[in-house]
């Protein structure tokens, strides 16, 4: 089965780019202004939108997407709400890949069996579920790909190749390559380095493989884009979004303020391979 994001890699492929990976907070600052962010992001130049399930205890997260989580978890954000936004932004737009992004707890709470039903119907392509490892395919991972999602797994600079096979063996989608150890939001220190590790992981699979964790600039999309296959961008679109905010509430720059970032990071993503 073909899914969105398989349609969407292989286009950008014959087109010799990478693709544009967004990541945004459902329901950040409110989920009137969340759900217009996201209708947004496509015009704007994101190929593929990671849109984030709010949770009380995340631990892969740097402090930007902590406190969208919780602004959003505060404005009365809940998993059955993001999947209502899935369904509405999909009235408009049926072709740009949404994967959710978050941790298992909400889910497992929401039901594994609805919760895939349901994401299914409103029109999800992909899961990722940062703190469920390869060992427990068979909580989530399993049944996600039985019932026709993606599911997209994380490697790091520590997956060796040995553990890399074991990692890979139920990806599907793409394959996101953290590019450091440690929070989301740092910076790159080794351009150098991540361009081996995404030749690495190559060699072990035939799925695109999307980097992410510390890309911020236009500059940095374009120098990781003529390696990699995918550019995942969070942090700094997340920041953007606290900075326009007056007492917590969204402004009218607030929506601007994550589309003019997202133009501009296109546009590097477009120059990676000129």
Do not use: W
């Not at 919760?115 to 390869?134: H, M, N, S």
């Amino acid at each position: 089965m073909t899914t969105r994001i398989d349609t969407r890699f292989a286009a950008l492929k014959a087109q010799n780019r990478p693709a544009l990976v967004t990541f945004v907070m459902a329901g950040d600052p409110d989920p009137a202004t969340a759900l217009e962010v996201l209708k947004s992001l496509p015009a704007a130049g994101a190929d593929v939108i990671e849109l984030g399930m709010p949770f009380s205890d995340p631990m892969a997260d740097g402090v930007a997407i902590q406190l969208a989580g919780q602004r959003a978890l505060a404005a009365g954000q809940t998993l059955a709400r993001t999947l209502e936004m899935v369904e509405t932004f999909r009235k408009d737009d049926q072709d740009t890949p949404i994967i959710l992004m978050g941790y298992y707890n909400p889910i497992f709470i929401y039901g594994v069996e609805r919760f895939l039903a349901d994401a299914v119907k409103v029109g999800v392509d992909g899961l990722i579920v940062v703190d469920l490892p390869a060992e427990e395919d068979e909580e989530l991972c399993i049944p996600a790909l039985e019932a026709g999602l993606n599911f997209i797994r994380l490697t790091t600079p520590t997956t060796d190749d040995q553990r890399l096979p074991t990692v890979l063996r139920n990806t599907s989608g793409f394959v996101y390559y953290v590019s450091m150890t440690g929070i989301t939001g740092a910076a790159i220190k080794n351009r150098a380095a991540v361009g081996e590790a995404v030749q690495r992981i190559k060699a072990h699979t035939d799925l695109p493989v999307a980097v992410g964790f510390g890309i911020k600039t236009s500059e940095d999309a374009e120098k990781i884009g003529k390696d990699a296959d995918g550019i995942v961008v969070g942090s700094v679109l997340v920041n953007a979004i606290a900075e326009s905010l007056e007492g917590g509430k969204a402004t009218r720059v607030t929506v601007p303020a994550v589309t003019d970032l997202v133009s501009a990071l296109a546009a590097g993503v477009r120059r990676a391979r000129a």
